[in-house]
């Protein structure tokens, strides 16, 4: 970001200080804006009840107390947030986003979309958010294809 950002000086008119962001997705670089200015975006990591030395993500249904993704659109938000982060070189956001991951209740459905962005916009070097894909996967499957998929995470590519 600081890249992006550096070439922009106060000898240039305020109307040519653009950053373009094409293909990118509107919700996921209003909560890059939002971490700019806050250091956290929404739903918000928030202590756990249960555990003190948890947090949970605060609940977008007050009414069922958790953050339930049943088409895999949460999930893909924080995807889209931490690839987007990648993008503009800001590992403290894509800590964040992958935090925030690994606290939504999905379904199969859910991660099945999940992997599939991840799989397609993610460098195969990139463990940290792939690695545990696998193992998703490989929980669920067959006890061979468990067996196979949690000894070589290439499968998924």
């Known amino acids: 970001m600081a890249e992006i950002c550096s070439c922009y000086t106060h000898d240039i008119p305020a109307s040519e200080r653009v950053v373009s962001l094409p293909g990118e997705d509107l919700d996921a670089v209003g909560c890059f804006l939002q971490y700019l200015y806050t250091d956290e975006y929404s739903p918000r990591l928030t202590p756990n009840p249960q ?24 999930l893909l938000k924080h995807a889209k947030i ?25 379904t199969a459905k859910g991660e099945l979309e999940y992997a599939r962005f991840v799989y397609a ?18 929980h669920k499957s067959t006890p061979p294809v468990a067996s196979c998929l949690a000894n070589n995470t290439n499968l998924l590519k």
């Open 51 to 74: 555990r003190q030395d948890d947090t949970i993500l605060e609940a977008l249904d007050p009414d069922l107390g958790v953050q339930k993704d049943l088409d895999g659109s949460h």
């Open 82 to 106: 931490y690839t987007l982060a990648e993008k503009l070189g800001m590992d403290e956001l894509k800590t964040l986003a992958h935090a925030k991951i690994h606290k939504i209740n999905s």
């Open 121 to 138: 916009n993610t460098p195969r070097q990139d463990k940290t958010i792939r690695t545990p894909i696998a193992t998703y996967w490989a």
